[in-house]
């Protein structure tokens, strides 16, 4: 870790704990048979990626949700379905990311979306009453808001460019192996978090 001075954290699957089958499983509960065809790890249908960039609104992702599922149900259990996958944040990895605030530049970067973001917000708010998840890094991306997503180029180009960081001396860590790929390609160091790993588990120099 001698030569990297930044570090990009992934914030699903890296911060905070997700069990994407939980979503899948309450839209199956729902009635949407086929929801792992439109909706898994490093894959989206159009529509997820319109929403995860902004591109298009709540209403609107809900109303695709709901005629994807021929549902016909209150918003409320499908933006319930949805949230399903969030889960926690362990502290230990809050605690960690404190102490490599002393010795690099720390910086967020997530694909997520407008709803997500709002339960996101309220479980961190829930383990952490006194922070702020975003007062951790030195400046926090989200997808919706920056109109880019992982794994594209630009994305990671876009933070390197804006903070003037030298893209091989910044670390990126994602639980995505598509979006780490991503990192690499734009001339980053990707890490791969492993299933049944954590940010834990990497020797940190701290």
Known sequence: ?????????????????????????????LGVKDFSK?????????????????????????NELRRLGNLDVPDSLIIKAW?????????????LLKKLRNRYRIFLFSNTNALHMVTVRKIFADTFPSETLDEHFEKAYYSNVLGLRKPDIASYLHITNENELTPS????????????EGANAAGLKGYFVEPGKTILDINWKI
């Open 1 to 29: 870790m001698q030569e990297i001075k930044n570090i990009i954290f992934d914030l699903g699957g890296v911060l905070i704990n997700l069990d994407n089958k939980l979503t899948e499983r309450a839209f199956v509960d």
């Open 38 to 62: 439109y909706f898994g790890h490093g894959f989206a249908a159009s529509f997820f990626k319109e929403y995860e960039i902004g591109k298009i609104s709540d209403e609107e992702f809900i």
């Open 83 to 95: 949230d399903a996958l969030l889960l926690d944040f362990p502290k230990e990895r809050v605690e």
């Open 169 to 180: 001396e910044t670390l990126f860590v994602d639980d995505a192996l598509v979006n780490v």
